[in-house]
């Protein structure tokens, strides 16, 4: 049995990504084993037929905020939760607010449409990318004033929460609406470029083009 945190999941995946990125913050090495939505490999297997799914120590957890919050306190390594109770807070809120909210219009939206269709031989449908776009300009404005008043997400240090908004705004950037929209925010670039120079994510950033 591998003594290494083994992730299953899909290399273009954000959740995958980020639990990628907890083990790498953390200065532990991990295995990325391949395995698609639905996928049953090596007796691992997601119940809601989603990745990622993390095998430690004989055992599996799924869900990406469970995982990361699992993995920040059985390694050794910077801690990546706030001990204070309010920075804790913020920090479940932009986990909650990453994972229900941007990720689906900045993701299942503008990234799908400009950057996934077209591999699938569609077209991206234009009326989704306007809505979507919209709600993400809003949205990517909340962030960049919470960032005006606070270094990163849940306050002076990097938390989980960073590490769950990073891997959004690292595909969306690669979209034409996404560019622009990041480009009227200062703030959260000079966050998010700040975050793409640390080491963890240039050693996890997937290698695979779109
Ligand atoms: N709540 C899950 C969401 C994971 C998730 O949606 N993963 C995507 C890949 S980024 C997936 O498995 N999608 C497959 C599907 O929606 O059928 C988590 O936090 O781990």
């Not at 899909?10 to 980020?18: A, L, R, V």
């Not at 532990?28 to 939505?37: K, L, T």
């Not at 997601?46 to 957890?61: I, K, N, Q, S, Y």
């Not at 309010?86 to 607010?97: E, G, V």
Request: with cysteine; proline share 8%.
């Amino acid at each position: 049995m591998s003594d290494r945190p083994q992730i299953f999941g899909i290399p273009t995946s954000t959740f995958c990504w980020t639990i990628r990125l907890v083990c790498a913050e953390k200065g532990q090495a991990h295995d990325f084993v391949e395995m698609i939505p639905g996928g049953v490999l090596d007796g691992v297997r997601h119940p809601f037929a989603r990745v990622p799914v993390l095998r430690f120590r004989g055992v599996t957890v799924y869900e990406s905020p469970a995982i990361a919050r699992f993995l920040d306190r059985e390694l050794e390594g910077p801690a990546l939760q706030p001990r204070d109770s309010l920075a804790l807070a913020r920090m479940d809120q932009w986990i909650s607010a990453t994972a229900d909210y941007l990720y689906d219009s900045m993701i299942e939206g503008v990234v799908s449409e400009r950057l996934i269709a077209p591999l699938d031989g569609r077209e991206p449908d234009e009326a989704v990318v306007a809505e979507q776009a919209e709600i993400m300009h809003g949205q990517l404005g909340v962030v960049d004033e919470m960032l005006c008043a606070e270094r990163y997400l849940a306050g002076p240090d990097i938390t989980l929460a960073d590490l769950f908004l990073a891997p959004v705004i690292y595909w969306v950037d690669k979209t034409p609406e996404g560019a622009s929209a990041l480009d009227a925010y200062p703030t959260l670039r000079r966050w998010f470029r700040g975050i793409a120079e640390r080491p963890a994510f240039r050693e996890t950033t997937p290698l695979v083009t779109v």
